[in-house]
């Protein structure tokens, strides 16, 4: 089998995609997917789907932003987006591969150059290109490697510093908080991609952003189709930020989405604003699962990002350890993903609704596999 074939190529999916999966109808315990917060089946989401059905919304907005015109259902969601982030206007589009290009067209004003980690998602460097900045890179998370950037290149430039919150492969949160002082030295900013860390990292579930307490010079987008079980995306800032991100190319020009897709994200949003609990709850899970792989001898980095990675043995060997939990109706993702290696990785996400004994019961059954 090789790297691009997949266990689940001729199956059939269906489920909430959290704890529990359904493969050709048979139920999986699952550790793969990004619905952290397992909101799949709060009524609260489906009662709002169910008042974009029955309010007579088209399946996508009827005209683009720039056309003017209010939407119930996308104010309602930049609303709640900007109470969660606390700020004070939020936009919503389609994708969260928009990202970026929202982003860095709200923030053209504040940066010079772009400064890229060198594992940021490819859709941070397309927009890295589009905004027309020069854009340089620096080592995955390393301090030092873009405090060399920045004396190189930045001088008499203000840089944008663009990284992810965590990084999807690895679980890795980068250092934001050395980011920030080194923002501050070169009068820059900070981007932060948090689509794999809102909803499982920082205290309320904001992200690294939050985590590393950051207050100035820190700018913040996420998807809403992970840890929030929601569809599209946001990019949160002030009045003037968004403005001018709605402006951009890529969004003016473009369907921001459905408004049934808005009115579940708002729910969501609202949902976990006023119920942080859950997010301790998924960070909780993940922590139990870190510790009972450490304790089988695996090299587990310390992050609070909401899954799991591993590398053990080659590629053969990752793939028979898949393979056999499969066999005991356990899924979890051998990954080829950014940063994978040529081996792959072994990546457990984690869920909120994962009880205890579902956590034993996978990492009893990979302790059986590392002996053979």
């Known amino acids: 089998m090789s790297a691009q074939d997949q266990l689940l190529d001729g199956h059939r999916i269906s489920g909430g995609g959290s704890a529990r999966l359904y493969l050709d109808g048979e139920e999986f315990l699952n550790f793969s997917g990004c619905n952290y917060l397992a909101l799949n089946d709060r009524p609260e989401l489906r009662e709002a789907a169910n008042v974009a059905l029955n309010d007579g919304s088209l399946f996508t907005r009827y005209l683009a932003p720039a056309y003017g015109g209010i939407d119930a259902a996308f104010d309602e969601v930049e609303q709640e987006a900007a109470k969660l982030y606390g700020t004070e206007s939020a936009i919503y589009f389609a994708s969260g591969y928009l990202i970026g290009f929202a982003a860095m067209a709200g923030l053209r004003d504040l940066f010079d150059v772009v400064v890229l980690d060198e594992q940021a998602h490819w859709c941070m460097v397309d927009a890295a290109k589009i905004s027309g900045a020069e854009m340089f890179r620096f080592a995955n998370c390393d301090e030092e490697s873009l405090r060399q950037v920045l004396s190189e290149h930045c001088r008499n430039k203000r840089p944008l510093i663009a990284t992810d919150g965590a990084y999807a492969t690895s679980g890795q949160l980068p250092p934001l908080d050395a980011y920030a002082e080194l923002a501050a030295r070169y009068d820059g900013q900070i981007f932060v991609d948090e689509s794999h860390s809102a909803g499982g990292v920082g205290a309320t579930g904001r992200g690294a952003v939050e985590h590393f307490g950051l ?98 043995g080659d590629f053969d060997f990752m793939r028979s350890i898949q393979q056999a939990l499969f066999d005991d109706r356990i899924y979890v993702l051998h990954s080829n993903y950014i940063a994978a290696g040529p081996g792959g990785t072994l990546r457990l996400s984690v869920f909120r609704d994962h009880t205890r004994a579902d956590i034993d019961r996978v990492v009893a059954r990979i302790s059986e596999l590392l002996k053979k």
């Open 215 to 312: 207050r100035e010079r820190a700018h913040v987008g996420t998807t809403l189709s992970k840890g929030f079980c929601g569809l599209g995306a946001v990019f949160v800032g002030s009045g003037d930020q968004v403005e001018k991100a709605y402006g951009a190319p890529a969004l003016r020009g473009s369907n921001p989405g459905s408004p049934l897709g808005a009115r579940v994200s708002a729910a969501a949003l609202r949902l976990v604003r006023e119920n942080p609990e859950m997010c301790a709850r998924l960070r909780e899970n993940a922590d139990y699962l870190r510790s009972g792989l450490r304790a089988l001898g695996l090299e587990i980095i310390e992050t609070p990002a909401p899954f799991v990675s591993f590398t053990t």
